[in-house]
DNA sequence: CAGCATCCGCTTTGATACTG
DNA sequence: CAGTATCAAAGCGGATGCTG
């Protein structure tokens, strides 16, 4: 990006940010850690490749990422925040609060991966009953298994499949989304293509921080 | 700016505030508030004037500014954030301190705006002795006086003349920021063209929350 | 003067193909 | 797997002109 020329320290920032895609490689490494190539590529869809390379290339260059080689057994490149690139966490966390009420809209085109939604939903959800028995809910709603946690009275969420659920969800992202926002209330559940699998009062415990303006 | 075109929360946030200029423009209603063009224009020296006017409209359709017909004797459009526009500011607050680090460098053609500065200083600036009488210091260091002031044991900061400062700085904007972040010890502050006038002992009062590593 | 719209040359991006 | 190469299309920067 050329630069903006103005000794302003945002400006600083998005000289080093502030180019298309650039940010979103930075999600990718922030949500799934060290990265091949072949990875970003999957969680970037429709970015060229030239663009990828060039964007590593800047990103390494401004000590934001740093090139590995992996042990011998992989014998591949990975990409990886550095502590800098690291400090750039806040900047998406705030980047994903403001962008919820955002993701009431779900375009027909639209990408789906469930690490996106992973960091989004540890962020705007909270255990209302903190002192109750953990519980553990799986969510079935994009590419991959999702296990949303309670653990000392605070939600965690992951990759991944739980050992035992205490309840399962299943249907497409949006409504799942609109569910545990409260945006959709639980007897519309199924009217929305959710399947709902164990104990209803979960859906209660586990909610939205501050429930989002209807836009 | 295209859409990502993905169902991710920091994508749906990049699509409507990810393009060149997009940012800079929310930063400078959120400096200055009500904004006329011609202000925002200054505030944003080698935007092109097309480049502004379409931003404005992106920006107004995206529900993040709102134009305002000022009252009577003044006869002109303001532009102002709405509520949804404010909730931007812990974005740009974010972007403000991972950029801090960049401004040890001022490249020659860079330009200097002090609101740009204001919001900067105000973040990293701590009372390190809350419990004393409060100061004031004057910047004399961009294209308008700055004001640091003490209050309640926390740091103010705003464009302005103080009516009695207890210290006044003269010189490039680095260097002040350098001295104001202990880069620079005040024994080099002459060397590096500062003119201080006021009691020493104020800057060991008044510093850098965190210091910053050096790049 | 404030608030744009138009035109044009240049740079960046997107899509695809190709390579060590 | 990890990129380069190529080229058309879109976006941007700078200048200028128009309208109330």
Redesign the pocket.
């Known amino acids: 990006?050329?630069s903006y020329d103005e000794y302003c320290a945002i400006a600083k920032s998005l000289d080093v940010v502030g180019?298309?895609?650039t940010l979103l490689i930075v999600r990718e490494l922030a949500l799934r850690g060290g990265c091949?190539?072949?990875?970003l590529r999957n969680g970037l869809p429709?970015?060229?490749?030239?663009?990828?390379?060039?964007r590593?290339?800047e990103l390494e260059h401004a000590g934001v990422i740093a090139?590995e080689d992996?042990p011998p057994p992989i014998a591949?490149?990975?990409?990886r925040l550095t502590a800098r690139g690291e400090q750039l966490r806040p900047v998406l966390e705030d980047l994903i609060r403001w962008g919820l009420p955002l993701m009431t809209e779900q375009k027909p085109g639209d990408a789906v991966r469930s690490h996106w939604l992973v960091w989004a939903l540890e962020l705007m959800l909270t255990d209302r009953r903190p002192d109750a028995s953990p519980v553990t809910v799986e969510l079935q709603a994009g590419d991959e298994p999702i296990v949303i946690e309670t653990r000392d009275g605070t939600i965690h969420t992951r990759l991944g499949r739980a050992d035992s659920a205490d309840a399962t969800l299943t249907g497409p992202p949006r409504p799942i989304l609109g569910l545990l926002l409260g945006l959709i209330q639980p007897g519309d559940a199924k009217a929305n293509g959710i399947d709902y699998q164990g104990d209803p009062a979960i859906l209660d415990r586990i909610g939205a921080e501050t429930t989002p303006p209807p836009s």
Do not use: P, Q, V
């Not at 091949?36 to 990875?39: H, K, P």
């Not at 429709?46 to 060039?54: M, P, Q």
């Open positions: 990006m050329r180019d298309r895609w091949r190539y072949t990875d429709g970015i060229a490749s030239n663009l990828l390379a060039e590593l290339r090139r992996a591949t490149t990975l990409f």
